[in-house]
């Protein structure tokens, strides 16, 4: 195995080792200058899985037509495969970042993980298992100690097992959240409001808007929303009551707005829907939440 310094405090790799896990470079950047810019086009070649986590500063991540501001404890984690950028703006601070990345063989821990993660951004304590596994890997190729392929891979493997423990734990917790304001809507389905299931959880408005988000992808509005729609397609082919009554049921005064609703979400207006209901149409994606 090979260790390269192409640049102050960052380690690439090059062996030829049949290993598990892969890691390809290793390091601490300081960075000021606005010409600092990658793309996916630039990793597409190495098929790498890219690890950056902010220690002081502020970059800019870009993929999924959104752009996030990467400040202090601020992580990301991007792929080949996908479209993105990172980047670091003139006006900004210096931005100051450990990165890890590594080969993607398709067998890694994190590969196989990786297209169940909801989110490429999130935060981490600096005192995070996978940071301090991270920080710890870096001081010893600082100083000299690893120089085989077994050690580095390894070290690299207890990263992504440390990572994939992150994102498991953070997805039991997401779990919980979901479930639990399911329950409320179920339990209120008419009345309940978003400022409600804020005020249930002891959070803002804005703060729980925040939160829901992120967690979920969508707003609470729209996710509430949603929900009831899909109450809505229960009543509809369990029940013979008008569409105006069940809108009302679920906090729908103006009828013409529900049906506008109902047609947006599931694709069908009310009346068409109960009278042509099938599985076929129940199990489209458009309308399973």
Not at 180 to 188: A, D, P
């Amino acid at each position: 195995m090979k260790i390269k310094n192409f640049e102050p405090n960052s380690y690439y790799f090059h062996y030829k080792d049949n290993l598990p896990v892969k890691p390809v470079s290793v390091g601490y950047s300081i960075v000021d200058n606005e010409n600092y810019c990658w793309t996916d086009l630039q990793h597409n070649k190495s098929k790498t899985i890219i690890f950056q986590y902010t220690v002081s500063g502020c970059g800019y991540l870009t993929t999924n037509n959104k752009t996030f501001k990467l400040g202090p404890r601020r992580a990301f984690i991007v792929r080949y495969d996908e479209q993105f950028k990172y980047f670091y703006k003139k006006n900004n601070s210096t931005w100051e970042f450990f990165h890890f990345t590594f080969h993607d063989a398709g067998d890694a821990l994190l590969s196989r993980y990786f297209h169940f993660l909801h989110n490429r951004v999130f935060s981490l304590d600096e005192k995070s298992p996978p940071i301090l596994v991270l920080k710890n890997l870096f001081g010893k190729l600082r100083e000299k100690s690893i120089n085989d392929a077994d050690t580095l891979s390894l070290a690299g493997y207890a990263f992504l097992l440390e990572l994939k423990k992150f994102f498991s734990r953070r997805a039991t917790a997401d779990s919980h959240f979901i479930n639990k304001i399911n329950r409320l809507i179920s339990q209120n389905i008419k009345g309940v409001s978003v400022r409600q299931l804020a005020d249930n959880f002891g959070y803002s408005y804005e703060h729980f808007s925040r939160c829901f988000k992120r967690e979920s992808g969508v707003t609470p509005v729209d996710y509430l929303v949603k929900k009831r729609i899909e109450e809505a397609m229960n009543q509809l082919v369990s029940s013979e009551l008008p569409v105006k009554i069940i809108a009302d049921n679920l906090g729908f005064n103006d009828n013409n707005y529900f049906c506008k609703v109902f047609k947006k979400i599931s694709g069908y207006t009310p009346t068409f829907f109960r009278q042509n209901y099938s599985e076929e149409l129940r199990q489209k994606d458009i309308i399973v939440f």
